[in-house]
């Protein structure tokens, strides 16, 4: 019952001390916002408390529940996946668990890397997902595996994206791939399938390589209505996260969608990957194809591809994966303001905390811009190496994942 309850404060997240814990994919929201007192200077030299190497090859974000951190990493060939678990206050290593091997693993881009899912986390238990590689739930206590599949078929043909949600006691995960498209919700106690739903898109080509995509769900409740919202190429679909009957769908066009959805005003905001239009507002009370009556509006200026935006009270903010930030009515999609970071590339999600958005570049650079409707860069820094993992945050400490270290920041 302890479990189901727990599970449950990830489903209403509101519930959670967002101080103590982040434990998914853009943190106790889903949404990229920390309750936390953060330094406003941070690079290699500032506000580190400490530093360590992790090995392999990983994007995937730390995830934190008390005082664990865990992050997935794997070989550069995906021969070895491997979960890691570190004291979040001293950063010493307590365990470094092989969770699969692979004999011959597929091709992985060289942008991606073989352990780019970010785990999700509860009170005992852990779930790693590796694409089709392998999913594994851990206790935390002990670091004992406590259940695994590895029966799921998708070729990702540019390596698994896609992290898992916990909504109730089940686990939520998207297979979007090369031959094969589909959703699929675990039991959380024992890995067993609960529902299993073909996408079924009509993608409009048979090349496999534009129906694939590396996005993460959002589930919310909407008039009553619970929904887990899951981007594809060319569309999203909502579906009843206790039945995985669907909804409804949108179609937006485009592939490799990758940020997270959000919540708010009323209304779901997809970021759509390569589509016309790549940022979309849709009302979510709708039934079966809504495009033409639901979508409230659309913005393709500068929106991301793989930075997930952020929303702070009538605010969107985001970053595009040029280094373009934005700052749009949340409501109309009007552009307040628009300016160019720079510091390079972009793939990791920003943070919001404290008045303030944290971005973080793949060159290493850091950029700290004021949150409102005024464009103002407060801080910058630099770090020895690039960003590509989104950062974490519990108490008042942000932990950053580079590609080769893992660094706690605090005043």
């Not at 008390?66 to 990493?73: E, I, N, P, S, V």
């Not at 979508?295 to 500068?302: E, H, N, T, V």
């Not at 009538?314 to 970071?341: H, P, Y």
């Amino acid at each position: 019952m302890r479990r189901l309850i727990l599970s449950a404060l990830l489903l209403f997240p509101g519930l959670i001390a967002a101080a103590d814990n982040w434990p998914q994919f853009r943190g106790p929201n889903g949404d990229g916002r920390a309750e936390a007192d953060l330094p406003l200077e941070l690079s290699e030299k500032q506000n580190v408390q400490w530093k360590i190497p992790i090995h392999g090859k990983a994007w995937s974000s730390p995830v934190v529940w008390g005082d664990q951190l865990w992050l997935t990493t794997a070989t550069e060939d995906g021969k070895q996946m491997s979960a890691i678990c570190i004291d979040r206050y001293s950063g010493k290593v307590l365990r470094d668990i092989i969770v699969f091997e692979n004999e011959n693993p597929r091709f992985a881009h060289p942008t991606n890397s073989y352990a780019s899912c970010t785990p999700v986390i509860e009170e005992g238990r852990i779930y790693f997902h590796f694409g089709s590689y392998g999913t594994a739930c851990l206790d935390t206590r002990t670091g004992t595996k406590i259940w695994e599949r590895r029966d799921f078929e998708c070729n990702h043909w540019r390596g698994p994206g896609s992290s898992p949600i916990v909504h109730g006691d089940k686990l939520i995960v998207a297979y979007d791939g090369y031959d094969h498209q589909y959703v699929t919700a675990l039991d959380t106690g024992s890995g067993k399938t609960v529902w299993q739903r073909d996408r079924d898109i009509d993608y409009g080509t048979d090349n496999g390589d534009r129906k694939k995509a590396y996005s993460t769900a959002t589930s919310f409740e909407h008039k009553g209505r619970l929904q887990v919202v899951s981007p594809s190429a060319t569309d999203t679909i909502s579906y009843d996260p206790n039945t995985g009957e669907e909804l409804w769908r949108v179609h937006h066009g485009g592939m490799n969608a990758a940020a997270r959805p959000l919540y708010a005003h009323g209304l779901v905001y997809i970021a759509a990957g390569s589509g016309p239009l790549s940022l979309i507002a849709v009302r979510p009370d709708g039934s079966g194809d809504v495009t033409d009556t639901h979508i409230a509006w659309g913005f393709g200026k500068s929106a991301p591809k793989r930075p997930s935006p952020i929303i702070d009270g009538d605010l969107m903010f985001m970053i595009d994966d040029k280094g373009v930030a934005s700052c749009i009515n949340a409501k109309t999609a009007d552009v307040v303001w628009q300016e160019r970071v720079g510091g390079g590339e972009y793939r990791a999600s920003p943070i919001l905390a404290g008045g303030h958005l944290y971005c973080f570049s793949v060159k290493g650079h850091v950029t700290v811009i004021k949150a409102s409707k005024d464009y103002q860069v407060v801080a910058e820094g630099d770090f020895d190496n690039g960003f590509q993992a989104s950062p974490a945050v519990a108490g008042n400490s942000l932990y950053l994942r580079t590609i080769k270290d893992l660094y706690c920041i605090s005043k």
